[in-house]
């Protein structure tokens, strides 16, 4: 019942729509729980995927930050027992991205159609919502820490130095796709005209 109450505000229309600087502020404070929001779902994919291939969960963190239990600097951590081989690592250390992925495209299904909602702070949530996957799947383009997931799967794929240039051009041009999914959100959010074309053109026509 709850989602259905939250998906119902998001999708009815505002009756005064909003100027830009209340939905800026509105993104703003949506920030915090956007981030929390996305170390859960990093996390938790690690932990899935973990589950998946028979592997037991030894340790969720999700929140406070901090330093993991080998002294690394981290927003979340997952610790398992019982990969086996080489595939159940990658696919371990690749579960964020693709949960990303799944959920941009979901992203994409609503910002290209005219399943986007017409409540603006509705269009805000999601845009800051897409905004936290896009940086969470992008995030470790340049990364080169050894505790890295993406480092992680190099590694397994034995790819490493100026070799490792051709998969992070690939990895880049789907970064590059996905923000102009975001980047779309944000031009619906904030553009308008169509809302107010479709509010007047009406009037207009009764009149004339």
């Not at 505002?14 to 830009?20: F, I, L, N, R, S």
């Not at 929140?63 to 993991?68: A, E, K, L, S, T």
């Not at 998969?167 to 796709?177: F, H, K, S």
Request: glycine fraction near 10%.
């Amino acid at each position: 019942k709850g989602l259905v109450l939250v998906w119902l505000f998001i999708a009815s229309p505002a009756h005064a729509p909003p100027t830009d600087r209340p939905l800026v502020y509105t993104g703003l404070a949506l920030a915090p729980v956007d981030y929390l929001l996305g170390v859960s779902i990093h996390e938790s994919s690690h932990a899935l995927m973990a589950k998946l291939v028979g592997a037991d969960v030894t340790e969720l963190h999700v929140f406070p930050p901090g330093r993991d239990p080998k002294g690394h600097f981290r927003f979340g951590w997952t610790y398992v027992r019982g990969l086996k081989g080489k595939t159940q690592r990658e696919l371990f250390f690749l579960a964020p991205k693709f949960t990303d992925l799944i959920l941009l495209g979901g992203f994409a299904g609503l910002v290209f159609t005219d399943a986007w909602p017409n409540n603006r702070y509705g269009q805000v949530a999601l845009t800051v919502f897409g905004t936290g996957l896009w940086v969470d799947f992008s995030k470790d383009v340049f990364a080169t820490a050894k505790q890295n997931d993406m480092v992680k799967v190099f590694d397994l794929w034995c790819i490493k130095g100026w070799r490792q240039i051709p998969a992070r051009l690939l990895y880049t041009g789907v970064i590059v796709a996905a923000g102009l999914v975001v980047a779309r959100g944000y031009q619906r959010t904030f553009d308008d005209d169509s809302a107010v074309s479709t509010r007047i053109l009406p009037i207009l026509g009764r009149t004339f």
